[in-house]
């Protein structure tokens, strides 16, 4: 296993890495004016997700449920995005899109108070590089399979999987512990104020 996670650290090449966090940004540096122009195709989803997730968290939940469905929503969209590499451009477009995502529904939840500051808090500063990761390689195997590079590794998309299955899942996995319980300590909160 442990040779495992250190040959992805080696393939996984760190300038893609940074490129994916750089259009995720962009993608969230975007996410207001969407949200204030009311830009519909951009903002639809995410809104759908406020709503869904406003209906979820009106009613206390038993931690394992709120955990299972907080990991199999990353766990899903994550590997959506390592599936995008068999898209011409999707990978870059995937991407940027979750940038916006995130972005309307912090800034439609924080009221756009804290939005950047907001990207340091535990769960994000573990789920936000699992999601570059998995676009990273996605990126990588688009441009070594249908782009011709061979400056890159070439690697199959069965090892990325598995590049996937060691590196994302342990970060979604623990980001969904550290999630649970800071949901369960807001509704403990809420409760104590009423």
Known sequence: MFDIIYEATRQINTQIFFLSALLFFIGYV????AYYKNIRWLIAYPMFVVRIMDQFLKVSHHPLKIF????SLNTVSLFLN????????????????????????????LEGEFYYLE?????AMIELPAA????????QFNLTSFWGNTSLPQIEF??????????VIPMLFLAGVLETILIK??????????
């Not at 998995?134 to 990126?139: F, V």
């Not at 069965?158 to 590196?167: D, Q």
């Open 119 to 123: 990207l340091v808090n535990p769960v």
């Open 30 to 33: 975007f996410a207001p004016t």
């Open 82 to 109: 390592l599936l995008s590499g068999w898209g011409v451009i999707l990978p870059y477009l995937f991407i940027i899109y979750m940038g916006i995502n995130i972005g309307v529904v912090m800034y439609h939840t």
């Open 132 to 139: 570059w990761l998995s676009i990273s390689m996605a990126i």
């Open 68 to 71: 299972i469905i907080v990991m």
């Open 158 to 167: 069965s090892r990325y999987f598995t590049y996937f299955l060691v590196l």
């Open 185 to 194: 300590f807001g509704e403990k909160n809420k409760i104590g104020r009423n």
